[in-house]
């Protein structure tokens, strides 16, 4: 059996996760994420005026403001989706803002969830998982069968590997989405308001998934209208309007006591409904 | 037992036991029917019919029975008077029928030029085989460049579909034909109608792809770019697969067209089932060839557009 070179070391690592490739070292104290001076502009709209922000290691960062105050849009700039027009976004330590910076390897180091799940329709929940871990990174078929196995039975959809996208719930559907941005073995994870087209019913199974991922460590920024889910999760709140953050801090301390008035006035707004 | 019953109610009929009072009209009209089949033909038929309707008027009016007898009785009627303008429109047309079979039918022609188009028709579906596949690849490339991130293909691509699209098929073909060989390129008469066809069909089956990719919402590209994916693997893993499925049934209608179109080639001079069909009329001096043409081609493409309906309702549920 002459496999490729790597093939053979893969066959060597045999305790770690197999498809741990190029995890970058990041030292103790270093953010995971820095965003500098952050603008984004829509043609003549300012979606972003100036974010700065660092998100260190293992913290959950809950992202929560009005609609078109910039929350998502932010979001969309730290992987690329959306260019910045001024200022720098580091991923352990690489710019994405930079041309020369190769955004599909920091991509594969960030994961993404999306409001409306984007599931591929065409793939089966599991092929859904394996695409990009096969096709990205070149493990092997049976390889990313048996991680992405493992991460629907984590999400709590193993029996529903081999649906296909039409014929589970929202909620499935959203548990698969964060099972496929798993498989990618990701240091950060994005959540663009992942609950907001779902039925009522079904938000929970969702948030419940992402509580565990919050336990187990991951880093994750988290932009959502889920008060709730903000105080029990969330290391960390920010609260956005109009392209720049208004307040930044426990989200006990950020509820409790918001310090300003624009701050005040939303909370006052949704909390009164609780 | 059941003899006491019935004796019983002997006194007192019972409706069941009643006789039933079968209207007249319904038993006149269905012998009528029957004697319109036999030995009365046309006045018989009409009899029966008008009678029928008697009938069953006064069953829905009174308490007459035998609207079963009636409505046979009608329909041996109408039956009758088809077979009857049937059997004079066969004997008035006799001449003209045999003038015709002679024509479009001609069983001597049929014998000899038949399998001479039959084997011209499979140089058509060569044509159009091998031409699909060029289109198909071609097609797509054009539509991956006509929606690239470089202006300069999306213009050259543009300027290419819109001169396609604005110009009559057969033009075409002659100006690749005999530009072609103007130009040095020796090509045979079967590789000048691919590429004929090709550039043609191209450009059409370009927009249909470029219309597919376009309808897969931009979210797909996101979730597979957010993943690490270039745009080629997004392209090819994630938007095509879906795009193509989509634009599968119109695809197979240009398939469909470009069959029929084939035949344009003829004018270059490549021996297909028209050229074959239309030379073979010419020897025997009846349109019979070319109708075995028609036969060929539509032997291949009602299947095909059956086969189109199939793949849309198929298309359809898996959605």
Known sequence: ?274 | MSEEALELRDGEPVSEFEEKNISGWAKASLIMGILGLTFLPIVGGVLAIVFARIAKKQILHTDFEGDGLATAGQTLGIVSLVLAALVLFYFLMQHKLKDFVADFFNWDTIKTAWPEVGRAFLTTLEVALVSEVCILITGLIVAMLRISRFRTFRWITAIYIDIIRGLPLILLIFIIYFGLSYLGLNFTRFQAGVVSLTVCYAAYEAEIFRAGIESIHKGQVEASRSLGMTYLQSMRYVVLPQAIRRVIPPLSNEFIMLTKDTALVAFIGLSEAFLVGKEAMGRYANVTPLVGVALFFLLVTIPAMQGVRYLERRLARGD
Not at chain 1, 113 to 134: C, D, E, G, R
């Open chain 1, 1 to 274: 059996m002459l496999g490729t070179s790597r093939g053979d070391s893969r066959e060597e690592t045999d305790t770690s996760p197999k498809y741990e490739t190029i995890k970058m070292e990041i030292k103790p104290g270093e953010p995971l994420v820095r965003i500098e001076g952050l603008h984004k502009k829509f043609g003549d709209f300012e979606a972003l005026k100036g974010i700065n922000l660092e998100i260190m290691p293992q913290q959950v960062v809950v992202v929560v403001g009005p609609s078109g105050s910039g929350k998502s849009t932010m979001l969309r700039c730290i992987n690329g989706l959306e260019q910045a027009t001024r200022g720098k976004i580091f991923v352990e330590g690489l710019d994405v803002t930079h041309r020369a910076s190769d955004l599909n390897k920091i991509r594969e180091k960030v994961g993404m969830v999306f409001q409306s799940f984007n599931l591929f329709p065409h793939l089966t929940a599991i092929k859904n998982v394996t695409l990009a871990p096969i096709k990205v990174k070149g493990v092997s078929a049976e390889e990313a069968n048996r991680k992405a196995l493992e991460l629907l039975d984590k999400v709590g959809l193993a029996e529903k590997a081999d649906a296909f996208p039409a014929h589970l719930s929202g909620g499935q559907q959203q548990r698969v989405a964060i099972a496929r941005a798993l498989a990618m073995d990701p240091d950060v994870m994005l959540f663009d308001e992942v609950t907001s087209a779902l039925d009522p019913e079904l938000v929970s199974e969702v948030l419940d998934t992402m509580k565990g991922l919050a336990v187990e460590g991951m880093t994750m920024v988290v932009v959502t209208h889920e008060m709730g889910f903000a105080r029990e999760v969330g290391d960390r709140l920010i609260f956005m309007d109009e392209g720049v953050v208004v307040e930044d801090g426990e989200p006990e301390e950020v509820f409790n006591n918001p310090q300003h008035p624009r701050t005040q006035e939303f909370f006052s707004k949704i909390l009164s409904h609780i």
